[in-house]
């Protein structure tokens, strides 16, 4: 690229700060909610109800304005109309306590230089909340999380046959996002969850708990996974977001306690953030298989319309049905295009190379793409990036490895998500239910810190020796 767009790439990572410190100063500051439980105020009317200095506040305000998030008319503040929902911390598709967090880690990010430079951990530096709202903020960030994630993961486990299980053990399951789905999906009316974290954490499941019908089937150990002991006899182990936040020995200690608590037949399941040394490969590679695949089908096709053409006979062969296209050119793109449709839309956003590959497309919030998303990516958008390949270019330079079609439509191509370990003992599929009504579990006390064992800066486990784990 030319050296002014090189300049300016650089810089672009550094400006970015600037508008991702206004909108977690704004978080914060609870600054959107009363903005919207108003209708809007002005500087004065916002200052005085938060308690804010008027001054530095009009400058993040104006910040605001410039990002578009906020919209001013005359002297009136309003949260602009399509992020109300996310901006909003009493709906319930808020995305603020993701906010915050980030904020909270933010703290100890600008510290990064200084800790690379003495190798201690970077010193906690408290923001404007104290420590109680800053671990709820966590836990129900990762309820944020886990909101985009749980449909499509379940959808995936029931599909392979790996919700059968009697007993669940959700280990550091907070807010029990993963154990409401997978009850759900349970074909076993009589499953139990248990949800395993500290009690602050649990605080939320246990309200979810007292309102859902799946209520009664769900257990809480109150306690810290990484010292203290875990529930017996599970024949399923869920661990989600975990293992990639704490060095090798702490992630192998999880996993023989893990282990060791499953009966005969049981499963450990993980979703989590693995490393790939290459990341065009694995997308590359899922393509060149589809193709394959549907180049051995086409052939088979076009293979008895073939034979009759060296006897002499035209018909779907000959060259006059669109343009230069017979009528056998149209159908097989046809067919082609339905393959990477129908597989997309109904496979959970995986054709078969994907699924060899551990693959799957999602849109941008996450979600599973609608038919009219993939309909349009598979025919236009791959037209487009097939003009001299260029779009399928798109994908090396991209940091997201997005090519020119996942742009047109708002797709990404991600890595699955869910691996799943090699089972101990007979599959669980197979083996039949002898339900039992589990006993009533109680944890051991909680240590004093409430941040032990989660991902809060300045408080990990692998913080002391910079260790990370190997995936």
């Known amino acids: ?265 049981g499963l450990v399941a993980v979703r989590d953030v693995f490393i790939n040394k290459d990341q065009t490969g694995p997308r590359a590679a899922a393509y060149l298989i589809d193709r394959a695949i549907l180049l051995a089908g086409l052939c088979l096709v076009r293979l008895p319309f073939g034979i009759a053409a060296l006897f002499g006979a035209g018909g779907p062969t000959a060259k006059d049905f669109l343009f230069d296209h017979s009528f056998l050119d149209v159908l097989c793109w046809a067919l082609g295009a339905a393959y990477f449709v129908l597989l997309t839309y109904f496979c959970g956003g995986a054709t078969l190379g994907k699924r060899v590959m551990r693959l799957r497309l999602i849109r941008a919030d996450g979600e599973l793409p609608r038919f009219l998303d993939v309909l349009y990516r598979e025919t236009v958008g791959r037209f487009l990036s097939g003009i001299l390949c260029l779009g399928y270019l798109m994908a090396l330079a991209d940091r997201e490895h997005r090519a020119f079609h996942d742009w047109l439509c708002g797709t990404a191509v991600v890595y699955d998500g869910v691996t799943l370990p090699e089972r101990r003992g007979p599959d669980p599929a197979k083996y039949a239910w002898t339900p039992t009504e589990p006993a009533a579990l109680s944890g051991p006390e909680t240590p004093e810190n409430p941040f032990a064992g989660n991902s809060l800066p300045g408080r990990s486990a692998d913080e002391e020796n910079g260790d990370a784990p190997e995936t």
Not at 40 to 67: F, H, I, P, Q
Not at 69 to 90: C, G, H, M, T, W
Request: charge should be negative; include cysteine.
């Open 1 to 265: 690229m030319p050296n002014s767009s090189v300049r300016e790439y650089l810089l672009s990572f550094a400006n970015a700060c600037q508008s991702a410190f206004a909108l977690a100063a704004a978080s914060e500051l609870d600054i959107f909610t009363e903005l919207i439980k108003r209708n809007g105020a002005t500087l004065s009317e916002l200052s005085k109800a938060l308690d804010l200095d008027e001054r530095r506040l009009n400058y993040l305000l104006a910040a605001l304005v410039t990002m578009e998030i906020l919209a001013k008319s005359e002297n009136l503040y309003v949260v602009e109309k399509q992020f109300v929902p996310y901006l909003d911390s009493r709906n319930s598709a808020t995305v603020l306590p993701m906010l915050r967090h980030q904020a909270n880690c933010a703290r100890g990010w600008v510290q990064l230089a200084t800790s690379i430079k003495t190798g201690a951990p970077a010193p906690v530096i408290p923001g404007v909340n104290d420590e109680k709202v800053e671990f709820q903020d966590f836990i129900l960030a990762m309820d944020v999380v886990s909101k985009r994630f749980v449909s499509s993961i379940t959808q995936q486990l029931f599909e392979q046959d790996l919700l059968r299980f009697e007993k669940m053990l959700d280990l550091g399951g907070a807010s029990g996002s993963y154990s409401f789905a997978f009850l759900e999906k349970n074909p076993n009316p009589k499953s139990k969850a248990i949800i395993f974290d500290r009690p602050e954490a649990l605080r939320e499941a246990q309200i979810k708990a007292q309102n859902s019908e799946l209520g009664d089937r769900l257990d809480f150990y109150s306690g810290d996974f990484y010292k203290d002991p875990y529930p017996q006899d599970v024949d399923f182990v869920w661990i989600s977001a975990i293992i990639h936040q704490q060095n090798k020995e702490a992630t192998s200690q999880m996993f023989r306690h893990s282990f060791n608590s499953l009966r005969p037949g």
